[in-house]
């Protein structure tokens, strides 16, 4: 419920900063000036957001390479079954879980986990 609360307080400050631009649509999660997020946005924040973690290259990371890459390490090393994987994705069956987000990604697993290291090493760093 803080999190909302914060993201209330963030937004009225948006909305004071931007003035007479701001376009109120109620939402609680908005562009800069009010309207309805779409994917650019999206993309824009989510880069922002992992900017500057070494060893990282923001520009070629989506959201979409974070949710596959959560369905892969969770399918290969996470000790979860395909259907826990298909619910926390949100997902009525496994179909979609097995077709389109798991990805067998053993040979690189070593590579991937070391950046998450360095991710994390640098997060708690912070």
Same mark, same amino acid.
């Given at each position: ?5 914060? *993201? !209330? !307080? *963030? ?10 631009? $701001? ?12 309207? /309805?997020? %779409? ?17 990282? &290259?923001? %520009?070629? $990371?989506? /959201?979409?390479? #974070?949710?596959?890459?959560?369905? =892969? #390490? #969770?399918? %290969? %090393? @996470? @000790?979860? =079954? ?7 994705? @949100?997902?009525? =069956? +496994? ?5 389109? &987000? !798991?990805? *067998?990604? !053993? /040979?690189?697993?070593? +590579? @991937?986990? #070391? ?12």
């Amino acid at each position: 419920m803080e999190a909302l609360k914060q *993201q !209330r !307080r *963030q937004q009225a400050n948006e909305r004071n900063a931007t003035g007479q631009r $701001w376009k109120e649509h109620e939402l609680v999660f908005t562009s800069r000036i009010g309207t /309805p997020l %779409d994917a650019h946005n999206v993309r824009r924040e989510f880069r922002n957001a992992i900017r500057g973690i070494k060893g990282i &290259y923001a %520009d070629a $990371w989506t /959201p979409r390479e #974070l949710r596959h890459s959560f369905v =892969s #390490l #969770l399918s %290969d %090393d @996470g @000790g979860l =079954s395909i259907d826990e994987i298909a619910k926390l994705c @949100g997902h009525a =069956s +496994t179909t979609v879980t097995e077709t389109v &987000y !798991r990805h *067998q990604i !053993r /040979p690189v697993i070593q +590579t @991937g986990a #070391l950046a998450m290291d360095r991710i994390f090493d640098d997060i708690a760093d912070a």
